[in-house]
T-cell receptor, first 115, second 110 residues
Framework: EAGVTQSPTHLIKTRGQQATLRCSPI?????VYWYQQALGLGLQFLLW???????NRGNFPPRFSGRQFPNYSSELNVNALELEDSALYLC??????????????FGPGTRLTVT | QKEVEQNSGPLSVPEGAIASLNCTYS??????FFWYRQYSGKSPELIMF????GDKEDGRFTAQLNKASQYVSLLIRDSQPSDSATYLC??????????FGQGTTLQVKP
Protein backbone atom coordinates (compact mmCIF):
# COMPACT_ATOMS: atom_id res chain seq x y z
CA GLU A 1 0.00 0.00 0.00
CA ALA A 2 1.34 3.46 -0.92
CA GLY A 3 2.23 5.78 1.94
CA VAL A 4 1.50 9.46 2.27
CA THR A 5 3.00 11.31 -0.67
CA GLN A 6 3.94 14.97 -0.93
CA SER A 7 4.98 17.10 -3.85
CA PRO A 8 7.20 18.75 -4.70
CA THR A 9 10.13 17.46 -2.65
CA HIS A 10 11.88 20.79 -2.82
CA LEU A 11 10.54 24.22 -3.69
CA ILE A 12 12.52 27.43 -4.06
CA LYS A 13 10.63 30.71 -4.20
CA THR A 14 11.45 34.36 -3.80
CA ARG A 15 9.97 36.64 -1.17
CA GLY A 16 6.48 37.81 -2.06
CA GLN A 17 5.66 34.86 -4.30
CA GLN A 18 3.09 32.16 -3.64
CA ALA A 19 3.82 28.50 -2.93
CA THR A 20 1.51 25.52 -3.39
CA LEU A 21 2.27 22.23 -1.67
CA ARG A 22 0.35 19.01 -2.23
CA CYS A 23 -0.39 15.94 -0.14
CA SER A 24 -2.00 12.62 -0.98
CA PRO A 25 -3.17 10.61 2.04
CA ILE A 26 -3.16 6.89 2.55
CA UNK A 27 -6.18 5.24 0.99
CA UNK A 28 -9.06 5.20 3.47
CA UNK A 29 -7.73 8.06 5.58
CA UNK A 30 -10.06 11.05 5.69
CA UNK A 31 -8.06 13.46 7.84
CA VAL A 32 -5.06 15.47 6.71
CA TYR A 33 -2.83 17.52 8.96
CA TRP A 34 -0.24 20.07 7.87
CA TYR A 35 2.78 20.96 10.00
CA GLN A 36 5.71 23.32 9.69
CA GLN A 37 9.07 22.17 10.99
CA ALA A 38 11.48 25.06 11.03
CA LEU A 39 15.00 24.73 12.32
CA GLY A 40 15.07 25.21 16.07
CA LEU A 41 11.30 25.65 16.38
CA GLY A 42 10.09 22.08 16.43
CA LEU A 43 6.90 20.86 14.85
CA GLN A 44 4.19 23.51 14.58
CA PHE A 45 0.58 22.60 13.82
CA LEU A 46 -0.72 24.46 10.78
CA LEU A 47 -4.06 23.06 9.60
CA TRP A 48 -6.38 20.09 10.06
CA UNK A 49 -8.81 18.94 7.36
CA UNK A 50 -11.35 16.21 7.80
CA UNK A 51 -14.01 15.08 5.34
CA UNK A 52 -13.32 18.09 3.13
CA UNK A 53 -13.69 20.70 5.85
CA UNK A 54 -11.13 22.77 7.71
CA UNK A 55 -11.54 21.68 11.35
CA ASN A 56 -8.88 23.74 13.04
CA ARG A 57 -5.80 25.83 12.39
CA GLY A 58 -2.70 26.71 14.35
CA ASN A 59 -1.35 30.14 15.18
CA PHE A 60 -0.40 31.12 11.64
CA PRO A 61 -1.43 34.20 9.64
CA PRO A 62 -4.24 33.97 7.06
CA ARG A 63 -1.74 33.87 4.19
CA PHE A 64 -1.38 30.20 5.11
CA SER A 65 -4.43 28.48 3.71
CA GLY A 66 -5.43 25.24 2.13
CA ARG A 67 -8.16 22.90 1.13
CA GLN A 68 -9.07 19.26 1.00
CA PHE A 69 -10.47 17.75 -2.16
CA PRO A 70 -13.26 15.14 -2.47
CA ASN A 71 -10.61 12.39 -2.82
CA TYR A 72 -9.14 13.61 0.54
CA SER A 73 -5.93 14.90 -0.99
CA SER A 74 -4.96 18.32 0.22
CA GLU A 75 -3.21 21.47 -0.85
CA LEU A 76 -1.39 24.04 1.28
CA ASN A 77 -1.01 27.53 -0.11
CA VAL A 78 1.33 30.13 1.29
CA ASN A 79 0.85 33.62 -0.09
CA ALA A 80 3.19 36.60 0.11
CA LEU A 81 6.12 34.41 1.09
CA GLU A 82 8.49 35.68 3.74
CA LEU A 83 12.03 34.52 4.47
CA GLU A 84 10.93 32.95 7.75
CA ASP A 85 8.53 30.65 5.88
CA SER A 86 11.57 28.60 4.88
CA ALA A 87 11.00 25.23 6.55
CA LEU A 88 10.08 21.62 6.04
CA TYR A 89 6.33 21.25 5.56
CA LEU A 90 4.99 17.89 6.63
CA CYS A 91 1.64 16.38 5.87
CA UNK A 92 0.11 13.51 7.80
CA UNK A 93 -3.02 11.50 7.13
CA UNK A 94 -4.95 9.77 9.85
CA UNK A 95 -8.03 7.84 10.78
CA UNK A 96 -9.57 7.01 14.12
CA UNK A 97 -10.65 3.41 13.93
CA UNK A 98 -12.56 3.28 17.19
CA UNK A 99 -11.80 0.91 20.07
CA UNK A 100 -8.89 3.20 20.93
CA UNK A 101 -7.03 2.62 17.69
CA UNK A 102 -5.65 5.62 15.87
CA UNK A 103 -3.59 5.45 12.73
CA UNK A 104 -1.46 8.30 11.44
CA UNK A 105 1.35 8.41 8.93
CA PHE A 106 3.56 11.27 7.82
CA GLY A 107 4.71 12.05 4.34
CA PRO A 108 8.36 12.77 3.53
CA GLY A 109 7.80 16.53 3.50
CA THR A 110 8.34 19.45 1.15
CA ARG A 111 11.39 21.57 1.80
CA LEU A 112 10.45 25.20 1.04
CA THR A 113 13.24 27.71 0.67
CA VAL A 114 12.40 31.40 0.35
CA THR A 115 15.16 33.67 -0.93
CA GLN B 1 4.23 28.41 30.43
CA LYS B 2 4.52 26.41 27.24
CA GLU B 3 1.42 24.45 26.26
CA VAL B 4 3.37 21.19 26.00
CA GLU B 5 6.69 20.82 27.75
CA GLN B 6 9.38 18.22 27.42
CA ASN B 7 12.91 18.08 28.69
CA SER B 8 15.09 18.49 25.59
CA GLY B 9 17.74 16.13 26.94
CA PRO B 10 19.77 14.42 25.78
CA LEU B 11 18.63 11.52 27.92
CA SER B 12 21.32 8.88 27.91
CA VAL B 13 20.61 5.30 28.99
CA PRO B 14 22.61 2.09 28.63
CA GLU B 15 21.42 -0.65 26.32
CA GLY B 16 18.86 -2.88 28.02
CA ALA B 17 17.74 -0.22 30.52
CA ILE B 18 14.34 1.45 30.79
CA ALA B 19 14.14 4.90 29.22
CA SER B 20 11.57 7.22 30.78
CA LEU B 21 10.39 10.28 28.85
CA ASN B 22 8.03 12.82 30.34
CA CYS B 23 5.68 15.44 29.01
CA THR B 24 3.44 17.95 30.78
CA TYR B 25 0.63 20.00 29.28
CA SER B 26 -1.32 23.06 30.33
CA UNK B 27 -4.77 22.62 28.74
CA UNK B 28 -7.02 20.63 31.09
CA UNK B 29 -9.47 20.13 28.21
CA UNK B 30 -6.96 18.05 26.26
CA UNK B 31 -8.45 14.83 25.00
CA UNK B 32 -5.83 12.81 23.18
CA PHE B 33 -2.14 12.31 23.65
CA PHE B 34 0.49 11.08 21.24
CA TRP B 35 4.11 10.01 21.25
CA TYR B 36 6.16 10.15 18.07
CA ARG B 37 9.66 9.00 17.27
CA GLN B 38 11.72 11.04 14.81
CA TYR B 39 15.07 9.90 13.52
CA SER B 40 17.41 12.61 12.28
CA GLY B 41 16.44 13.72 8.78
CA LYS B 42 13.26 11.61 8.77
CA SER B 43 9.58 12.31 9.28
CA PRO B 44 7.97 11.61 12.67
CA GLU B 45 6.43 8.19 13.24
CA LEU B 46 3.46 7.71 15.58
CA ILE B 47 4.34 5.10 18.20
CA MET B 48 1.69 5.54 20.89
CA PHE B 49 -1.78 7.05 21.20
CA UNK B 50 -3.57 7.27 24.54
CA UNK B 51 -6.74 9.00 25.71
CA UNK B 52 -7.72 7.26 28.95
CA UNK B 53 -6.04 7.63 32.31
CA GLY B 54 -3.70 4.82 33.14
CA ASP B 55 -1.22 2.75 31.19
CA LYS B 56 -1.24 1.54 27.61
CA GLU B 57 1.29 -1.01 26.48
CA ASP B 58 2.47 -1.86 22.98
CA GLY B 59 5.46 -4.13 22.79
CA ARG B 60 8.41 -2.50 24.55
CA PHE B 61 6.55 0.83 24.82
CA THR B 62 4.23 1.89 27.65
CA ALA B 63 2.42 5.22 27.70
CA GLN B 64 1.16 6.49 31.04
CA LEU B 65 -1.47 9.22 31.26
CA ASN B 66 -2.45 11.16 34.37
CA LYS B 67 -4.99 13.84 33.49
CA ALA B 68 -5.31 15.12 37.06
CA SER B 69 -1.60 15.90 37.14
CA GLN B 70 -1.53 16.83 33.46
CA TYR B 71 1.33 14.64 32.40
CA VAL B 72 1.92 11.84 29.99
CA SER B 73 5.01 9.68 29.93
CA LEU B 74 6.58 7.09 27.67
CA LEU B 75 8.57 4.15 28.97
CA ILE B 76 10.80 2.16 26.65
CA ARG B 77 11.83 -1.19 28.10
CA ASP B 78 14.97 -3.05 27.06
CA SER B 79 16.26 0.04 25.24
CA GLN B 80 18.23 -0.63 22.07
CA PRO B 81 20.70 1.60 20.22
CA SER B 82 18.11 1.73 17.41
CA ASP B 83 15.79 3.55 19.83
CA SER B 84 18.16 6.54 19.75
CA ALA B 85 16.03 9.33 18.28
CA THR B 86 14.03 12.40 19.23
CA TYR B 87 10.72 11.62 20.92
CA LEU B 88 7.93 14.13 20.44
CA CYS B 89 4.92 14.44 22.70
CA UNK B 90 1.75 15.94 21.21
CA UNK B 91 -1.52 16.89 22.84
CA UNK B 92 -4.84 17.37 21.11
CA UNK B 93 -7.44 19.69 22.62
CA UNK B 94 -11.17 19.07 22.40
CA UNK B 95 -11.24 21.58 19.49
CA UNK B 96 -8.80 19.49 17.49
CA UNK B 97 -5.77 21.73 17.87
CA UNK B 98 -2.65 19.58 18.05
CA UNK B 99 0.29 21.01 19.98
CA PHE B 100 3.75 19.46 20.00
CA GLY B 101 6.46 19.62 22.60
CA GLN B 102 10.00 20.43 21.54
CA GLY B 103 11.04 16.80 21.81
CA THR B 104 13.46 14.82 23.96
CA THR B 105 16.61 13.39 22.43
CA LEU B 106 17.27 9.84 23.60
CA GLN B 107 20.68 8.24 23.32
CA VAL B 108 20.98 4.51 24.01
CA LYS B 109 24.60 3.53 24.52
CA PRO B 110 25.77 -0.02 23.67
Amino acid sequence: EAGVTQSPTHLIKTRGQQATLRCSPISGHTSVYWYQQALGLGLQFLLWYDEGEERNRGNFPPRFSGRQFPNYSSELNVNALELEDSALYLCASSIFKGTGTYEQYFGPGTRLTVT
Amino acid sequence: QKEVEQNSGPLSVPEGAIASLNCTYSDRGSQSFFWYRQYSGKSPELIMFIYSNGDKEDGRFTAQLNKASQYVSLLIRDSQPSDSATYLCAVKSNTGKLIFGQGTTLQVKP
